[in-house]
């Protein structure tokens, strides 16, 4: 078993060119290649793997410093946490830390656009926003006892996400989301909450405190089928009688497309589940 520099590996595939130039008695070796799905080039060379310490003899070791000065230390410090819980071996790969760059950036794309306009606003916020950030103050505060750092990236990733598809940029939620977030990214959190216009640093902030009103289910959506097929959805009060339910579906905009000049012969109504039309 012959050891590769990681430096030359790259999702597995040997760089065969570069390991020669470094170990030129190789130089006349035979790669056994495989072929792979969309690989044009006629094969590649695939390495076998282990988890095991970093070490020069191993040739296994990546200088921290360059991925620093590529990514940034707040995406380092994301992605080591990123890789797994703290108790285990984890296998280093440099081809994960780009998705954490990407969650940096989409955080940054919060506080400003594509143009570097700072489009942070005071509106109300309102109660999907609210639910996301508790949901995430929650989350976080659980994982932060249970040392469990990895799932509370992946909570972060989520709440950016959610927030990025409402198109949220309101004060109130990111001013908290960078209080949670600024032990795991503490250079862009103190970078933003100061353009936020806070004086003093995140780290004097009160954490956000989790409030459980702000989670609970008010609504459920319906998937609206006729004869079998789903063809919209209806999000209605989680209580509300299935009667109710009924006369909505049926009444909808969209429901006139699926009845008109068709006979109801019966609707199915499963609360908090599905609403089924059967119509000829």
């Given at each position: ?5 990681v ?19 190789f130089n ?17 060379y695939v ?6 310490k970093?070490s ?14 590529k990514?940034g230390?707040?995406?380092?410090r ?50 999907k ?11 976080i ?13 992946s909570?972060?990733m ?8 409402l ?19 503490p ?25 459980e ?35 909505i ?32």
């Amino acid at each position: 078993r012959i050891h590769a520099d990681v430096n030359m590996v790259d999702n597995d595939i040997l760089d065969t060119e570069a390991f020669k130039k470094w170990r030129p008695e190789f130089n006349d070796a035979e790669f056994i290649l495989e072929d792979l799905p969309d690989d044009k080039a006629g094969g590649k060379y695939v390495c076998g793997w282990e988890v095991e310490k970093m070490s020069k003899s191993k040739h296994n070791v990546v200088n921290p410093d360059e991925l620093i000065e590529k990514y940034g230390a707040d995406t380092f410090r994301l992605y080591e946490m990123f890789l797994g819980p703290l108790e285990n071996h984890k296998p280093w790969d440099t081809k994960g830390i780009e998705g954490v760059y990407r969650f940096i950036k989409k955080l940054w794309r919060l506080f400003y656009d594509e143009n570097a306009n700072y489009i942070i606003t005071d509106e109300k916020v309102d109660a999907k926003e609210l639910k996301i950030l508790h949901q995430t103050i929650n989350k976080i505060e659980q994982d932060i006892t249970r040392f469990s750092f990895n799932t509370a990236v992946s909570q972060f990733m989520i709440c950016v996400n959610e927030l990025t598809d409402l198109k949220c940029h309101k004060k109130e939620i990111l001013e908290n989301l960078l209080v949670l977030l600024s032990s795991y990214a503490p250079h862009i959190s103190e970078e933003l909450w100061e353009k936020l216009g806070n004086k003093d640093s995140v780290t004097y902030a009160t954490f956000p405190e989790f409030k459980e009103e702000y989670v609970k289910e008010n609504t459920c959506e319906y998937p609206v089928s006729f004869n079998g097929k789903m063809r919209f959805k209806l999000e209605l009060p989680i209580d509300m009688p299935k009667d109710e339910v009924e006369k909505i579906a049926l009444g909808h905009e969209k429901a006139q497309k699926w009845i008109e000049g068709k006979q109801i012969r019966k609707v199915i109504v499963v609360p908090k589940k599905i609403i089924n039309v059967v119509v000829s």
